[in-house]
């Protein structure tokens, strides 16, 4: 697709648990998911990825910023 950016975020198992069990999600299926996301997420499985950022220690707010200027910054770059 011309002018679409892939991110890729990541974070350690042990915040996305946390930031699960924060919202309410159920234990099973929290280690349900952490396990089938092993699978589906691993970067050697993704075969075209832009931009990697790691979101471990960023605010929602940050990570919006940083998207959006990594993503600007791509669309100057490929003419878009």
């Known amino acids: 697709l011309?002018?679409?950016?892939?991110?890729?975020?990541?974070?350690?198992?042990?915040?996305?648990?946390?930031?699960?069990?924060s919202?309410?999600?159920n234990k099973e299926d929290i280690e349900r998911r952490?396990?089938?996301d092993k699978t589906r997420f691993n970067?050697?499985?993704?075969h075209h990825i832009d931009f990697i950022?790691?979101?471990?220690?960023?605010?929602?707010?940050?990570?919006?910023?940083i998207v959006y200027d990594k993503y600007c910054i791509f669309l100057k770059q490929n003419n878009c």
């Open 43 to 46: 970067q050697s499985n993704l």
């Open 23 to 25: 919202r309410g999600d």
């Open 2 to 21: 011309p002018c679409t950016a892939f991110f890729y975020l990541e974070v350690p198992d042990s915040i996305r648990k946390s930031r699960m069990i």
């Open 34 to 36: 952490i396990k089938m």
């Open 53 to 65: 950022v790691d979101t471990s220690s960023l605010t929602l707010e940050e990570l919006a910023q």
